[in-house]
């Protein structure tokens, strides 16, 4: 039988989008709570934790954007502001994200 997301949704989202556990522990609570064995649950909820880098790309692109006009930017992502401790770590994970590709002379040398 199919479950029915709506009587779960917000618990879900209180637990483990916005709070501390992780999918196993939610499935096991809702398991415990409502005697709900979700096999769907990370197709459901998986993505709304973390955003993708080429996700968070974007969102840097238009932070930029809106900077260029003077305008500031709080990122929220299904609903709930990030904080700005979490934009400006994934800003440093992802905006100067590249590799430098260097020649072989220029790793080493032989003397």
């Given at each position: 039988?199919p479950?029915?997301?709506?009587l779960?949704?917000?618990?879900?989202?209180?637990?483990y989008?916005?709070?501390?556990m992780?999918a196993?522990e939610t499935?096991?609570?809702l398991?415990?709570?409502y005697?709900?064995?979700?096999?769907?649950?990370?197709?459901?909820f998986?993505?709304?934790k973390?955003l993708?880098?080429?996700?968070w790309?974007?969102?840097?692109s238009e932070i930029r954007?809106?900077?260029?006009?003077?305008?500031a930017s709080e990122?929220?992502l299904y609903?709930?502001?990030?904080?700005s401790?979490?934009?400006?770590r994934?800003?440093?994970r992802?905006?100067?994200?590249?590799?430098?590709q260097?020649?072989?002379?220029?790793?080493?040398?032989?003397?």
């Amino acid at each position: 039988m199919p479950v029915d997301w709506k009587l779960y949704e917000k618990e879900v989202i209180d637990k483990y989008v916005n709070g501390e556990m992780n999918a196993e522990e939610t499935i096991r609570h809702l398991l415990h709570m409502y005697g709900v064995n979700i096999t769907q649950f990370k197709s459901k909820f998986g993505g709304l934790k973390k955003l993708r880098r080429d996700e968070w790309r974007a969102v840097f692109s238009e932070i930029r954007n809106r900077e260029t006009h003077g305008l500031a930017s709080e990122v929220y992502l299904y609903g709930r502001q990030l904080s700005s401790e979490r934009v400006a770590r994934e800003r440093r994970r992802y905006v100067n994200d590249y590799t430098v590709q260097r020649r072989p002379d220029e790793i080493a040398s032989i003397v």
